[in-house]
């Protein structure tokens, strides 16, 4: 059945992509910086000189043959269904541990606050398309040594959606997983880590391989080779760094428990060379994400990508403009993980309003790539022979029966100008910050009784007393 999709490599351009990736591993290898897992390459047949592991390619074969290729992402309860981790699902969700926020009240850009990891995680609860939700902060006013944890208590006070949680390294995912329990659903949440470019991986990502692994949690796996910085000034010669990085991660992770869920993902960035700047929405950075989600593809893994998100600083009509782009780009890649929903300033600011047009932008995305049938009941070839030549559909059965399949905008405005502008002439920026207030006004779906909220709370506590020894 026909669906919208876009893809630039076929499978023999995927397998030469490979075929340069398995070299790399074989010959310069990569840097691991972490004495456990240099020791489990060593189990695992890599060959190992210092901190060097070049990895061969049976090694890489037997890792992309054990991965699941489909696993459960479960809610804590509410109306959201798990997501399925598969190739051909697509899922919409916020980003994670960005510095600023545009402040609700003043409108003015600050640092992110515990309230707000909270607040932007319930206002994900309360909007429809939106299915799992990340850390839109790093919050200041939580004590550093605990700051992931403190963003996962935020998280799961505001919403039961599946979390994607990006803690410091793996000492936490134990607790993580006391939490989430302690919340309704042990297995709500994926870890995201990510290795450091060009062909290194230090304890903090690799400690997250090791215990996602051993505790069957999911683990998306991500690096973000930037092109003319920390890999090749071409799209393919990143893709081979960023591939490199992410077989390293998954032939440790499968070596560790064969059939552990894994999400391939790479993020390709393309430097700015007049500002040195790493922006998301370029159409080189854009089209280096496809890709990366054509080669996930074709190894048929769950995959990691980004959509809905801006470089702009300010609520603009750059604002809309790249979020529309970065949507409709990303939605068609058919990357089974979407995150980034509601980013701005190139990842470093996040906004209330923005993931509420987000919202709106995936339901538009969502209804162009429904399926598109060609059975003799969409034909519709009967009501086309009984209307005839200068009739009229507006009144039959067939019309009045899917006429709501079609798609209603809840902020675009598609009437006409005196409609319009009777109705208070307003702009797209007025009608998102109107639907935000209308749905900040509204009585927060849930929220956790006074048991869990005690008890999260003395998780932190414990945590932060035993922060000495995390690694």
Known sequence: MGQARLAVWDEAECRRLHEATLAVLADTGVEVRHEPALELFRAAGASVD?????????????????????????????????????????YYGTGSDVLYVRDLETGERRRARRADVEGMAALC????????????????????????????????????????????????LARIQ??????????SFAIYAMPSPPLMHDPDALTKVIGCAERLIPLVYAPAPNMGATAPRSIAGAVVVGNAETLTGLVLHQHVNRGAPFVYGIGSGSMDMRTMTDPYCTPDTLLA????????????????????????????????????????????????????????????????EAIVLGDELVGYARQFMREVPVDDYSLALDEIRTIGPGGSHLGTKYTRRHHREFWTPSLLDHAVHDRWAAEGATTLGERVRARLAD???????????????????????????????RI
């Not at 006391?178 to 042990?186: H, I, P, S, V």
Request: charged fraction near 25%; proline fraction near 5%; hydrophobic fraction near 40%.
């Open 289 to 352: 994400q496809q890709v990366a989600a054509d080669l996930a593809r074709h190894y048929a893994l769950p995959s990691f990508s980004y959509a809905g998100m801006s470089d702009s600083k300010l609520l603009d009509e750059q604002w809309t403009a790249e979020a529309a782009l970065s949507m409709a780009y990303g939605s068609l890649s058919r990357a089974t993980l979407l995150h980034d929903v509601g980013y701005l300033e190139s990842g470093l600011q996040s906004s209330y």
């Open 439 to 469: 749905l900040l006004a509204t009585e927060r779906p849930f929220r956790l009784t006074a048991d869990q909220e005690a008890r999260l709370e003395e998780l932190l506590a414990e945590t932060l007393a035993d922060a000495d020894v």
């Open 50 to 90: 210092g901190r060097r592991v070049r990895i061969p390619s049976r090694l890489v074969d037997a890792a992309l043959a054990s991965a699941p290729r489909e696993w459960l992402l479960k809610p804590r309860g509410g109306d959201t269904g798990a997501l399925v981790l598969r190739d051909g699902e697509v």
């Open 178 to 187: 006391e939490m989430a329990t302690l919340c309704g659903e042990k297995e």
């Open 125 to 172: 609860e309360r909007l429809p398309n939106i299915d799992f939700v990340m850390s839109m902060g790093l919050p200041e006013d939580a004590p550093r040594e605990i700051d992931d944890l403190v963003q996962v208590v935020a998280m799961l006070r505001g919403t039961r959606k599946p979390l994607l949680v990006a803690p410091r390294d793996g000492s936490v």
